[in-house]
């Protein structure tokens, strides 16, 4: 499946009361790589900004005068998104925005057109409870560098979303076991190896060092909860 990270900047916190987006990114991952493949437009929101948005994104009425209004991109948007997993931080905000635009052009809501949304921003708290988990702190608490955020971008921020993402799911991918379901879990299985002349090989002690040292990264990074760790308790 592929993995869009999407964020939008608006002209304020609130599109019941007409706000509308102004500028909106999504970058590509495709097996957990980056791939440099990426949608980005600024939009004519046709209003001004709120004074506290204005201060956030900095993008005024002036620049943005002569850029397309979300109709215009917006099937561009859809057919980069299609079928895609959703990743972005505090996704109602983002997703409610989208929808409204979509809605005033009598189109289907978002997730009609992708898999799936993930939202970060609940990953960050079930991983980290009790802590500040705004994209800055979250960029932070990763070791990713954001200094270039002296305002908030929809482009940029989509960047660092995908490295913190990327930076809070390593090593929690899923293994899957092909498992012969004729035999009960637990039971012994004989493959037939008595005959075979099996080489071992252990580990050297550097190995062994490094091999430690990479289990305390994970375990650092995921707020102690390293299954490698306890499992050697």
Not at 3 to 10: F, K, S, W
Not at 27 to 38: A, D, F, K, P
Not at 41 to 67: I, M
Not at 152 to 176: I, K, P, W
Request: proline letters at 2%.
């Amino acid at each position: 499946m592929r993995q869009i990270v999407l964020d939008t900047e608006t002209t304020g916190l609130e599109y019941k009361l007409g706000h509308r987006i102004v500028e909106i990114a999504a970058v590509e991952i495709s097996n957990r790589q980056l791939t440099g493949n990426h949608f980005h437009r600024y939009l004519n929101p046709e209003r001004e900004s709120d004074e506290g948005a204005l201060q956030v994104h900095g993008l005024t009425r002036a620049f943005l005068q002569d850029k397309p209004k979300f109709r215009e991109i917006a099937r561009d948007f859809l057919d980069f998104v299609y079928e895609a997993e959703l990743i972005i931080h505090n996704a109602p905000f983002d997703v409610g925005f989208l929808n409204h635009e979509l809605g005033l052009e009598k189109m289907s809501t978002l997730d009609t057109y992708c898999a799936q949304i993930t939202d970060t921003l609940k990953l960050a708290k079930d991983l980290h409870p009790g802590k500040r988990n705004n994209l800055d702190a979250l960029c932070e608490r990763y070791k990713i560098d954001n200094s270039k955020r002296t305002l908030h971008g929809a482009l940029l921020d989509a960047e660092l979303l995908a490295e913190v993402y990327l930076a809070m799911t390593r090593g929690q991918e899923s293994l899957m076991m092909d498992l012969d379901s004729t035999n009960p879990i637990g039971s012994q299985i004989d493959y037939g190896v008595d005959s075979l002349s099996l080489r071992v090989i252990s580990a050297s002690v550097e190995e062994l060092e490094r091999h430690e040292c990479q289990l305390e990264q994970i375990d650092r990074e995921s707020d102690n909860r390293c299954i490698w760790k306890k499992m050697e308790c």
